[in-house]
């Protein structure tokens, strides 16, 4: 006879697995929304079957109707395979990648969309090229949309001239796709490393989607900005060959940028901040990468860019008129 102990973690056991399945067949189950409804009903009398046979054993014929359940649902879910050939939404259609000669990096598929409104825009798609011995600055720039604790990263690297290259990591969305953050765990979009001008991702940000952007100077040796540089183009080039899902915890715009980095800088603390991005300028200050401002109040406050983005008359003096003010950046 089963110990009460033993059926209290059993039915634990049960429930997380009823829980996760029943998301995963809502999320990804290749039907129509009743057909994808039924089934997961049918996946929760399954698992509260196994639950009651717990308590009663002439429910005990439960526990294989539920076992064959689970077998069939993780044969399904592991022959879910990231892919790059869908029908992909305009901004990810292209992959950037990257080719580097000595000091000299080229990129290919570099975004400099004109946004006019989130569905009237000019693609574009450049190839640019960058000279390693001229990268001047780092920049993280974080975007937010509705919550203190979530924002998007972007790291913007500098080579002079109010010449800045963006990279960033999405999700790759398809045509219909819509941003949801328990997707994320399940399998529902690609990854992506974007290359992109600061009047295409910073601006349209701001000025477009009406979010709320702030911009931290990051200071570190030139190598390890370098490397940095680098490491974005490398999981680039890894992603366009071999593709990966955007996971909402383990490969999110946050996470990628914190493993990049700690190739650069060995030891590099973990920390929860890396996950909720929304606090991530904390978590800059207290690595003392941050200069020019007594308290992290003071960097948030000047670091923010959204109403100078907006008042910005002109792409061309874009990434000068949001950098007005910005503590440990000399605009003059």
Known sequence: MISMAASLLIGIVIALTAAWGALALWMRAPFSPGLRGALTLAWLASSLAAGAALAWPAWQPAWYAFAV??????????????????DWIPEVARQTHGEVDGSQVTLHNVRNFDWRTRTDFTPHWETRRYALDELQS?????????????????????FGDDRYVVFSVEIRRKQGDR???IGGFFKQYELSVIASTEEDSLRVRTNVRGEDGYLYRIHMPLDAARSLFL???????????TPRFYHTLTANCTTIVFQMARRIVPGLPLDFRQL?????????????????????GQYRRLGRYTDRARASPTPATFSRDIRQGVPGIDTR
Do not use: C, M
């Open 179 to 181: 941003f949801s953050e």
């Open 231 to 241: 490491a974005y183009v490398d999981s680039a080039n890894r992603l366009r060959h």
């Open 69 to 86: 359940a689970v077998i069939a649902l993780l044969g399904w879910w592991f022959t879910l395979r990231p892919s790059n050939d869908r």
């Open 276 to 296: 909720v991005s929304g606090y991530l300028p904390e978590y800059l200050y207290d690595l003392h990468v941050l200069q020019g401002a007594g308290d992290i």
């Open 138 to 158: 780092v920049d993280v720039a974080l975007s937010y949309w509705n919550r203190p604790a979530i924002a998007h990263a972007l790291v913007s690297f500098g």
